[in-house]
């Protein structure tokens, strides 16, 4: 998760906590499965009163780590698990928003659309904008292009474009599933000495603060983290009441 996206988020909950005034203890884990599961065993054992889980996938792992071994309320903040309906869980419709961004393109004239993908693995957020990405070409009747970019940041979107430069894959708009994947796209093409849009359009996800700080400004599916963060808090805390 984008530094930029964890820092929004934490601003949220740190709002409620203030009203509260309650502390709150912070687990950086930069998405790695052992860090993750670390910080859990180290929250369990401060008996803290509740959790806020905010990482790319909630795993059966995780889940059974604090289920089977403590009974502290958690809440799912911008995730959720691959399969399971979590009440708890608090996020934007992935599949809608994809779809939404991709028949925007559509009607903006384009055909050849595709799809730049921080992974396409089984993590749950992947795997809904990747499909509401195809459900909007396939109702159009537009052959879907999926690249996987094997990363959300910016170095991946440059990489990730290098890659285009030399397929023969055509396309006149890239839909990436992320801002940061997308600044990097837009980066490295400018490099290549290619004018957005008047080459191809690029859309990105997230509307991170950078996203309007480059040049040309990112045109962005907005989430508002913040609130989804003001939203998780509030949650838990009704959870430990």
């Known amino acids: 998760m984008s530094s930029q996206i964890s820092n929004l988020i934490l601003k949220g909950i740190e709002a409620i906590a203030t009203e ?7 687990g950086y884990t930069f998405t790695d499965d052992e ?5 859990i065993e180290t929250m369990i054992q401060n008996r803290v009163d509740g959790l806020i889980f905010s990482n790319q996938q909630f795993t059966k792992k995780y889940r059974d780590a604090i289920e089977n071994r403590s009974n502290i309320p958690y809440v799912l903040c911008a995730t959720r698990s691959l399969g399971k309906n979590d009440k708890s869980a608090f996020m934007i419709d992935d599949l809608l928003a994809a779809r939404e961004g991709t028949n925007y393109l559509i009607k ?3 055909t050849n659309i595709t799809l730049v993908a921080g992974t396409i693995d089984q993590e749950f957020i ?3 904008r990747v499909n509401g990405y195809k459900e909007a ?7 879907t292009n999926i690249i996987d970019a094997h990363g959300y940041d910016f170095n991946s979107g440059k990489k990730v474009f290098n890659k285009l430069l030399n397929s023969t894959i055509d396309f006149s708009a890239l839909f990436c599933t992320s801002d940061e994947l997308a600044i990097g796209v ?7 000495g290619y004018q957005i849009p008047e080459d191809f359009s690029v859309l990105g996800f997230d509307n991170i603060p950078s996203s309007q700080m480059f040049y040309p400004p990112l045109t962005t599916i907005s989430q508002n983290f913040y609130d989804i963060g003001y939203q998780s808090a509030q949650a838990l805390f009704n959870l430990i009441d």
């Open 108 to 110: 903006q004239g384009h």
């Open 137 to 143: 070409m396939e109702e159009a009747g537009l052959n």
């Open 126 to 128: 992947a795997l809904q």
């Open 20 to 26: 509260k005034n309650t502390s709150i203890i912070v």
């Open 35 to 39: 860090k993750t599961y670390d910080v």
């Open 186 to 192: 837009m980066h490295r093409a400018i490099e290549h």
